[in-house]
């Protein structure tokens, strides 16, 4: 009776973690959409749009944070050396995440950098899990992450160099180097008994991220200075508030409650809407490897999405 009654709480803590993550691959779905139609209003930079995000993320998050009710801490307070070390790492982790994914969306289209950008996050993200968290992948894990790697073959090798161009590829690469990382800290913390909360975690982290993108956003320039000023600050105030104030909190706290690769996997949802935003919004290609590549993820999420609620 007390195994059976250890075990019954992890699996509706596993389904709340899948739902937030739902909700936030729904609502990441839009930021590369976001970020095209900011480049076609005016001359403002990747730098820059991922500075503004980050700040007013921050801006938000501290408002919400002077209102709600105070509530006391449930887990004991980390060691401020291994406190400090997590949130800088977030923090630089998001930086290089959301700036380099700007940058691939400029690059090479929003499909195709955000496929690129989230497909290889689950594999960089199930190495990291095993070698630094010790988790292993199980069948379902397993085949998410071969439907990754397929995804990731027919997009790349399916598509011409007019829809995925090197610099594009690299800047994707980066990015989800810079995912992985967050990912797997995110985890970290969410296993410790003194881990962080979920909402301070994104605070600091949007705080840190900014502090990192002032110096590039300003020699990049932190205002366009062709037209489109109103615009421009309208659909970056939406991707603060939707996209980075709402979203990051439900992340962090879906990956505390999932493991690392299953978080990683479940974002393939964001490069699938992405994809048909791109299409139906932005008049982007749609090419036969896209479709195919998007349908491989998105069976890659089903795959896993069940065999996480089983657990």
């Known amino acids: 009776m007390s195994a059976l009654t250890a075990v019954r709480p992890a699996v509706p803590a596993a389904r709340r973690g899948l739902g937030y993550l739902t909700v936030t691959g729904l609502a990441w779905g839009t930021t590369g959409a976001a970020a095209e139609l900011v480049y076609r209003a005016g001359d403002l930079g990747p730098s820059a749009v991922s500075f503004w995000r980050h700040l007013g993320g921050l801006v938000l998050l501290l408002a919400f944070a002077a209102i709600r009710p105070r509530r006391p801490r449930v887990r004991p307070a980390a060691p401020l050396r291994r406190r400090a ?112 909360d979920p909402f301070t975690l994104t605070m600091w982290s949007f705080g840190i ?68 935003l791109a299409v139906a919004v932005l008049r982007e290609p749609l090419t036969p490897a896209t479709v195919a590549g998007a349908v491989v993820l998105l069976g890659s999420i089903t795959a896993l999405a069940l065999a996480e609620s089983r657990r």
């Open 85 to 196: 070390a997590l949130l800088t790492g977030v923090g630089t982790g998001m930086a290089v995440f959301q700036t380099a994914y700007f940058a691939a969306v400029e690059a090479t289209g929003v499909a195709a950098a955000t496929l690129l950008t989230l497909g290889s996050g689950p594999i960089l993200t199930a190495i990291g899990s095993r070698v630094l968290l010790g988790e292993r992948l199980g069948r379902g894990g397993a085949l998410a992450v071969a439907g990754a790697v397929t995804g990731l073959g027919v997009l790349v090798l399916g598509n011409g160099g007019g829809v995925v161009t090197p610099a594009g590829v690299a800047l994707s690469l980066l990015s989800a180097a810079g995912y992985a990382a967050v990912t797997l800290l995110g985890r970290a913390t969410g296993r410790r008994s003194d881990g962080e």
């Open 209 to 276: 991220g900014a502090a990192l993108l002032l110096v590039p956003a300003w020699f990049e320039g932190l205002t366009p200075t062709t037209g489109g000023t109103a615009l421009t600050f309208v659909i970056v105030g939406y991707l603060a508030a939707f996209t980075t104030a709402l979203a990051y909190p439900l992340y962090f706290a879906g990956a505390a409650r999932v493991r690392a690769t299953t978080a990683s996997v479940m974002m393939l949802i964001e490069p699938v809407t992405a994809a048909f």
